[in-house]
């Protein structure tokens, strides 16, 4: 068996390290993906909203969210809305307003997709990113 005079190790060894770092290095590669599907609340963006009933169990998870969003207690909600890309409902968005009474706190909010979005108020309308999302989901047609 040869030996390689500079690492001392046999020079077949050397060929099937070789050989195996060339097969793991073509393992790890993940094929390319040859249709991306886009998530339905990421394509519906695109698409002109309208105002959808709001079920009862729809406006008691957002204002639930909501509440656990906010900070003290004592808030009232005006009647909250929705809002999506069909009369079906797909894409459903709930929105509304909330106050404290006797203090100068308020929000608009979202319910959307199981996540709660509260308006930025140190921002002037529509310039946050915050703003900006809440405009395009809670606007309708």
């Not at 097969?23 to 698409?47: F, H, K, Y």
């Not at 969210?65 to 459903?92: H, I, Q």
Request: charged fraction near 15%; aromatic fraction near 8%; proline fraction near 8%.
């Amino acid at each position: 068996m040869p030996i390689n005079p500079v690492g001392m190790l046999p020079l077949n060894v050397i060929a099937w390290l070789g050989l195996a770092c060339v097969c793991l290095a073509g393992c790890s590669r993940t094929p390319p993906e040859t249709a991306v599907t886009t998530p339905d609340s990421i394509e519906s963006l695109n698409q002109p909203r309208i105002k959808v009933p709001v079920a009862a169990k729809e406006e008691r998870a957002a204002k639930t969210k909501a509440l656990a969003g906010f900070e003290g207690g004592g808030w009232v909600f005006d009647p909250v809305y929705a809002t999506a890309v069909n009369a079906d409902g797909r894409d459903l968005a709930v929105c509304g307003f909330a106050h404290q009474p006797g203090t100068e706190n308020s929000v608009s909010f979202a319910y959307y997709n199981g996540e709660l979005f509260l308006s930025d108020d140190r921002a002037p309308a529509g310039v946050s990113v915050e703003n900006q999302f809440l405009t395009l989901i809670c606007s309708h047609s």
